[in-house]
């Protein structure tokens, strides 16, 4: 393992000058990502309302609205506030130790560090905008605000409001 840290120290070193680019077409990069990805989603609140036609400056606010389950509930992230204190190491670290669902946390893994230091430097780009989202909360807790369950209902027992 030791032996192995002069080569892994290289692979950082040939890899910094590309992460540190943040050049219009990296920035670019980090936009079309955010945009296939899906990130607004669940980011942006309003964006899949609107079939995508929310504003770009409110991109990434994060949302109040929580993701309960087993897990307890989950809160998209304010990543604009989130870039704005964290160094871009930091974010690398902070993907690949993942955390609670439904953020797809195996999926941005899954991207190159490139990929992920695009999307960083894309979202730094924007600028801070928007208030932190609520922290996450345990199991077991009365939940605090608005929140979409992501556990499986009985079939029966739902029905849909139209237009709701
Ligand atoms: C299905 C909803 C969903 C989608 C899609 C999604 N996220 Fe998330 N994201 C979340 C939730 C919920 C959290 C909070 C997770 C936690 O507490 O561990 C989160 C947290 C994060 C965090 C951690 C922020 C911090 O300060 O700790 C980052 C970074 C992040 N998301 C980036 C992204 C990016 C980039 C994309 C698109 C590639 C994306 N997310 C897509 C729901 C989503």
Redesign the pocket.
């Known amino acids: 393992m030791l032996r192995q840290v002069p080569f892994l120290l290289v692979g950082w070193l040939a890899l910094a000058p590309a992460m540190a680019d943040t050049s219009a077409d990296v920035i670019e990069r980090g936009r079309y990502?955010?945009e296939i990805?899906?990130?607004n989603?669940?980011?942006s609140p309003g964006y899949a309302e609107s079939n995508g036609q929310l504003p770009e400056t409110a991109w990434l606010q994060g949302s109040p609205v929580g993701?309960s389950g087993p897990w307890g509930v989950?809160?998209?992230?304010n990543?604009r506030l989130?870039v704005e204190n964290?160094p871009l190491e930091a974010?690398q670290l902070?993907?690949e130790a993942g955390?609670?669902?439904?953020?797809?946390w195996p999926?941005?893994r899954a991207m190159s560090t490139e990929d992920r230091a695009a999307?960083y430097h894309y979202v730094k780009a924007l600028g801070p905008a928007g208030d932190w989202a609520p922290a996450?909360q345990p199991p077991g807790e009365p939940i605090r605000t608005l929140h979409i369950p992501f556990v499986p209902q009985n079939q029966d027992t739902a029905v849909v409001k139209a237009g709701g």
């Open positions: 990502l955010v990805a899906g990130c989603d669940c980011h993701y989950s809160y998209a992230a990543l989130a964290m974010w902070r993907i955390g609670l669902p439904p953020m797809p999926a941005m999307i996450a």
